[in-house]
């Protein structure tokens, strides 16, 4: 799951680098401004899961409660998501 954050992360930063903007206007700017800033947060959560660091378990939770507005996909996934980790008490592998 880390890997496809952080690989997912930087093919769309890459697709808008090699896709540059040639007459900037606002709501390509808008797009711009939202790619970046959900890959960067996108790539720290993978970080942070790849890590098994505390606070990117934490962010893991954040992102699946966010998640869970996406209905109805985002909802099951989180969902699922949610039960397989308190089944499997995913919480004592991160530090």
């Known amino acids: ?6 690989v ?14 040639s007459e900037p206007n606002e709501p390509e700017l808008l797009i711009w401004g ?8 996108h790539i720290i ?13 934490v962010f893991f939770k954040a992102y699946l409660k966010l998640l869970y507005l ?6 099951y996934i989180s969902k699922k998501t949610f039960e397989y980790m308190d089944e499997y008490n995913i919480k004592k592998y991160f530090n």
């Open 70 to 75: 996406g209905f109805p996909i985002g909802t």
């Open 45 to 57: 959560l993978g970080i942070g899961i790849l890590l098994k660091k505390n606070w990117g378990f």
């Open 1 to 6: 799951m880390a890997i496809f954050f952080i």
């Open 34 to 41: 939202f790619v970046i800033f959900t890959s960067l947060f």
């Open 8 to 21: 997912g992360s930087i093919l769309f930063c890459t697709v808008l680098l090699l896709d540059p903007l």
